[in-house]
């Protein structure tokens, strides 16, 4: 069955610009995540849904990255003004459950690679 | 806080045994993920531990010590294919446990 997918999976920005990274989840998984992975690191949580619900946000660098889920399935992870800072791969992830279980197996996209200039 | 600790790099001979190691320091234990992750693709599940001892999964095993705060992935009979890199990583204690917290990652290189 068709995975986590993620679009555009490679994104060049001139400082300044914002972006708008989507994740299309895998279909009925009700959890969905946003990880932030610079080079040659491990990836490191920006934001948590569960369904359409925002419940944690506690990752975000700063007011300028923005995540959204309106409907509980597709999401967009927004940058605004982006900084050079903020290049590197930003993952998507999708479990089926609700988050408490800690032992839910989290299904990553392939991720966008975001280049700042 | 958290803190998960893995080597670099590992190089390794196909066809060999090659073991990966990690350990953690963390508030509570909510069990310890590893992922598999080559180079410009998705991490893929590996294995989740709880209790200690080892976990057999064809080629691949996950050992686990919670009073050492170890653990080790082992990959036997390497094959080309298994060049990537390999992220050990824990899920918070309390509300946020869907929140996993990842080593940097180890980057093993199979060669010839």
């Known amino acids: 069955g068709a995975g986590v997918s993620q679009s555009p999976r490679y994104k060049v920005a001139k400082r300044g610009q914002d972006v708008a990274l989507r994740c299309d989840p895998i279909s009925g998984h009700v959890s969905l995540f946003w990880y932030q992975q610079a080079l040659g690191q491990g990836p490191e949580f920006l934001t948590y849904?569960?369904?359409?619900?925002?419940?944690?946000k506690s990752g975000l660098p700063s007011d300028r990255f923005f995540a959204e889920r309106p409907e509980g399935s597709v999401s967009t992870l927004k940058i605004q003004r982006t900084q050079q800072e903020d290049s590197a791969v930003y993952l998507c992830?999708?479990?089926?459950?609700?988050?408490?279980?800690?032992?839910?197996?989290?299904?990553f996209g392939p991720g966008t690679r975001l280049t700042v200039l | 806080g958290q803190n998960i600790d893995q080597p670099t790099e590992m190089t390794a001979t196909e066809g060999a045994i090659v073991q990966i190691n990690c350990t953690y320091q963390t508030s509570g234990f909510n069990g310890l993920f590893w992922y598999q992750q080559h180079a410009g693709e998705a991490p893929t599940f590996l294995s989740y531990?709880?209790?200690?001892g080892l976990e057999e999964k064809g080629r691949f095993s996950s050992f686990l010590s919670r009073s050492k705060g170890y653990s080790y992935l082992l990959l036997k009979e390497l094959q080309m294919k298994d060049s990537a890199s390999y992220l050990c990583a824990a899920p918070r204690t309390g509300a946020g446990s869907y929140q996993l917290t990842f080593g940097k990652g180890t980057k093993l290189s199979v060669i010839p």
């Open positions: 992830a999708s479990s089926l459950e609700a988050g408490a279980n800690p032992g839910n197996e989290q299904f």
């Open positions: 849904f569960q369904n359409e619900a925002q419940l944690d």
């Open positions: 531990n709880v209790l200690d």
